[in-house]
């Protein structure tokens, strides 16, 4: 069974340019979610996608959004990037977003610094 | 709003010691909870879930609703216990609300 996989694993960018993440789910997994995680902080809800669509989204601005493909891997974008955008950002996948409970699976995480 | 809260942002203990990792929520409904950990240089993982009322490696929580506590606890720590303990909310879906952390140190 593959985990979950995410890259890059760092990445830095200058402040107003616009990033990708991209995260691979777990083998089965239907649903993919993204967090933030500011140093010194617990992972935070960014949004959530299932079957390719969104399905809640966190108290993030418009301009972090993504997208999630028909093999259920799924991609991070965020524009105009801010020197507070600078975190880890961890992709985990689920075996169904309609199920209370599922465990989530998380990816190593990408490290976003913004200059 | 939904909150997790954990008040440690350390806990340093000898092994065989008891161990306690504390964590109260707000939450106005029926609350799902959970314990992640994440080992040094390891992704984060669960732990355990109190649906699951089970035990995991040693570790136990239990859900105190009047309380509101769902604290994580193991009667004799070990050294691979050492690591990054969430506690964690589920709003709804999977969408979960973490706590700020608590960092487990056991000392031989």
């Known amino acids: 069974e593959t985990g979950v996989t995410q890259s890059p694993t760092h990445l830095i960018k200058t402040r107003g340019q616009q990033v990708t993440l991209r995260c691979s789910s777990q083998s089965g997994h239907n649903t993919v979610s993204w967090y933030q995680q500011a140093l010194g902080q617990g992972p935070q809800f960014i949004f959530q996608?299932?079957?390719?669509?969104?399905?809640g989204r966190g108290n993030f601005p418009p301009r972090f959004s993504g997208l999630q493909f028909p093999n259920y891997s799924s991609e991070l974008n965020v524009n105009a990037l801010e020197l507070d955008d600078s975190a880890l950002y961890l992709c985990?996948?689920?075996?169904?977003?309609?199920?209370?409970?599922?465990?989530?699976?998380f990816g190593n995480g990408t490290r976003l610094t913004v200059t | 709003a939904q909150r997790v809260t954990q008040p440690e942002k350390l806990l340093s203990v000898f092994k065989g010691a008891p161990v306690e990792l504390k964590c109260n929520y707000s939450y106005s409904g029926s609350p799902e909870l959970f314990w992640y950990v994440q080992y040094s240089r390891q992704r984060l993982q669960l732990l355990l879930r109190h649906i699951s009322r089970e035990s995991i490696k040693g570790f136990t929580a239990d859900l105190n609703k009047g309380e509101t506590s769902f604290h994580l606890k193991k009667p004799f720590a070990q050294e691979e216990d050492s690591a990054m303990y969430y506690c964690a909310l589920n709003e709804g879906f999977q969408k979960l609300v973490f706590g700020t952390g608590t960092r487990l140190l056991v000392s031989p």
């Open positions: 985990a996948s689920s075996l169904d977003g309609r199920e209370w409970g599922s465990p989530l699976h």
């Open positions: 996608y299932y079957r390719e669509e969104e399905n």
